[in-house]
């Protein structure tokens, strides 16, 4: 017997947010976290503009930024100066500092408004999957039981278990160095401070406390021991060349420069989102955008396979596109580090060359940040990108593209008044865009990318994209 439609291990950003889109359609869907509460520590403290860009398209965007803090550029590592966000392709020109745990609590509280049920303190251990489902059993630290569903996401980070039960291989290169990190407290100046043989330390401020990230000067012997007040404190007077007491650690960690893309983000129903699916170098502050962005693509997908309305091979485009996107990541974060550690090698100093001119600059942000994702170029701009927040006119009052995908449905928005006698899958509006010349019409994905896009009235260039898309719905000739 089913207990839910989907199980998803780990209640990070990507298991939040995929719970949180599944259940919007109508999907049962169960949270497993091995913490009994979120971390009192923060990973991160960074949306990148695609991130917020998605969060937008269901309407959560907006109250984070205005919790957090404005920056009109692009977190990179090894260029000079910053990659500057005005102009690029986004309707957010802007990194947002916020904590990662105020995002988790803002998707948390969607996700259980939906009706998502979160077992916190419950560990997934092992499964076996069916033609027909995925058994898990779960330990809450106690007792053990086993939790019957459709499918199982695992969300549980780079050591996940669900990829590694699955047999899911995760190829990539092990790590060069290690970096310590530690939220204490302390009287260095924030910035970077260089000691006498040129190794560096950075401090960076935080409410209440700085946190520290200084290289490891070898390898760790187990590179998951944990890591000791005593230890960094070490590393950060060997740096400086003297002492400086840390005190009261709120969080101590190291990381390195591994980088890992799994051979497969699906392995029957079985799939993988996150850390779970993608490690790479800290590099641009990626990790929890990369994070939502796999989320946001796997949601309706997993939906509409669920609720039986998927046309054939769709739930496999989540693993073409985000497989793509995770290659395209991992190559960008470790050409970051290795420009940092060229130091004036002829490929550094081109790359800081074509930083400083306008459209490199420009094309460099967006790359970074994922802000080119295409996943099927055509003909118009707009085919296979996200669709830009355009204002628009529905029903003589004036709203904004990203307002129509709230629902999570796919949307045909009618400029050219061609479709208005269609209804069905998808939800048809017919809207005046007073910034548009070339749209006729556009079909949105759920996530907000465009599955087709006309000039006119393309019926059957529409009929191709419902099929492949949303299935077998008859497209009405146009008006």
Wanted: charged share 20%.
């Amino acid at each position: 017997m089913l207990e839910t439609d989907v199980l998803v291990a780990g209640a990070g950003p990507a298991g939040l947010l995929v719970a949180a889109e599944l259940a919007l359609a109508g999907v049962r869907t169960t949270i497993v976290e091995r913490h009994p509460s979120r971390p009192p520590y923060c990973r991160g403290f960074n949306l990148n503009s695609r991130s917020l860009d998605l969060l937008a398209r269901r309407g959560l965007a907006e109250g984070l930024v205005a919790e957090g803090h404005q920056v009109p550029h692009a977190p990179a590592t090894g260029l000079p100066g910053p990659l500057l966000l005005a102009g690029a392709a986004t309707d957010h020109p802007f990194s947002l500092g916020i904590p990662q745990t105020r995002v988790e609590e803002v998707l948390e509280g969607w996700a259980t408004d939906l009706g998502v049920e979160i077992l916190r303190g419950h560990e997934l251990r092992s499964f076996t999957q069916s033609p027909e489902s995925v058994s898990s059993v779960v330990h809450n630290g106690q007792f053990g039981r086993t939790i019957t569903a459709r499918f199982l996401v695992g969300c549980d980070g780079g050591r996940s278990t669900v990829r590694k039960q699955a047999g899911i291989d995760f190829p990539g290169v092990d790590a060069r160095w290690y970096a310590l990190l530690g939220d204490v407290e302390c009287e260095l100046p924030y910035g970077v401070s260089a000691g006498p043989d040129g190794r560096t330390l950075f401090v960076i401020p935080r409410p209440g406390y700085v946190r520290i990230v200084v290289r490891e000067d070898d390898p760790p012997a187990d590179k998951y021991a944990p890591v000791t007040l005593e230890r960094l404190q070490a590393q950060v007077d060997e740096v400086l060349g003297r002492h400086v007491e840390l005190r009261a650690p709120r969080w101590l960690t190291r990381f390195g420069d591994a980088a890992r893309l799994a051979s497969s983000y699906r392995e029957g129903r079985v799939l993988l989102a996150g850390d779970a699916a993608h490690i790479h170098p800290p590099a641009g502050a990626i990790g929890v955008n990369v994070a939502l962005d796999d989320a946001f693509n796997l949601g309706w997908k997993l939906a509409a396979t669920v609720l039986g309305t998927a046309p054939p091979g769709l739930l496999d485009t989540y693993h073409t596109e985000r497989h793509a996107a995770g290659s395209r990541i991992l190559a960008n974060t470790r050409a970051q580090v290795a420009l940092e550690e060229a130091g004036d090698e002829p490929l550094a100093d081109l790359m800081r060359r074509v930083a400083v001119h306008p459209a490199g600059n420009r094309a460099l942000a967006e790359i970074i940040t994922g802000l080119d994702a295409c996943y099927e170029p055509g003909g118009h701009p707009w085919m296979g990108r996200l669709a830009p927040d355009v204002p628009l006119v529905v029903d003589g009052r004036e709203t904004h593209l990203a307002a129509l995908l709230r629902s999570g449905r796919f949307v045909l928005v009618d400029f050219a008044g061609a479709f208005a006698g269609w209804s069905g899958a998808v939800e048809v509006v017919a809207a005046e865009g007073p910034s548009i010349s070339d749209v006729g019409a556009v079909l949105l994905r759920p996530d907000g990318h465009v599955a087709w896009v006309t000039s006119g009235a393309d019926e059957e260039g529409l009929a191709e994209a419902v099929d492949r898309w949303i299935g077998d719905v008859a497209v009405p000739a146009p008006a």
